[in-house]
């Protein structure tokens, strides 16, 4: 019943996995806020890859289960797996958003700070794609982590512009909400991928 394999990567090939579908509800976004006309058909594709994306959290917890010896620890394998779980539902989030609020025209701010997520997502994968050697791969890892905070502190300058710009030219209190909302969301995606940059982080500084 149990797996008692020292060497079973496959909770990082899952790790890759989720990551991927966070990458796929980036680019998703990125078509939405280039095309608004297109957020109808995505908010359905991006429910379907969240459903995706919560079963690949499934197979990492029920594998925790009955996987005597992990690779790394299991309460970092357990918190990775749920901080990854959220990413999808962050951006599923925000799009829905943007139906609901009928949004029309988007802001530059706001597709700035989504291609920075696309940029997150691919630092993501490339440091979850090499933890199976953590030891070998330690500088790869550390500067993926380390490019994915300078991303998130990109995204802090832009919100603060973005919002800073809502409050001295947008007169429409209605509109002026809307949008800080979204931008809001928007930061706080990015700031979940620090989050998760920083707990790489430290399985590499625990292990290397």
Known sequence: MFNFS??????????????????????????VMLDYSKAGD??????????????V???????LNLTFITPIDREDIYALANELDDCVDLLQGTLQRIVMYRIGEVMDGAVSLTKLLIECTEEMIKAFSLLKDIRKNQAQILDATHRINAIEGEGDRIYRHEVSYLFDQVTDPIELIKWKDILQNL???????????????GVVMKYA
């Open 187 to 201: 930061e706080d995606t990015l700031d979940h991928c620090e989050k998760i940059g920083n707990m790489v982080r």
């Open 6 to 31: 020292r060497k079973d990567n496959e909770f990082f090939d899952l790790y890759v996995e989720s990551a991927q579908y966070f990458y796929q509800g980036a680019l998703m976004l990125d078509e």
């Open 42 to 55: 995505k908010i359905q594709d991006i429910i379907h890859l969240e459903h995706e994306a919560d079963a």
């Open 57 to 63: 959290n499934e197979k990492i917890i029920d594998k």
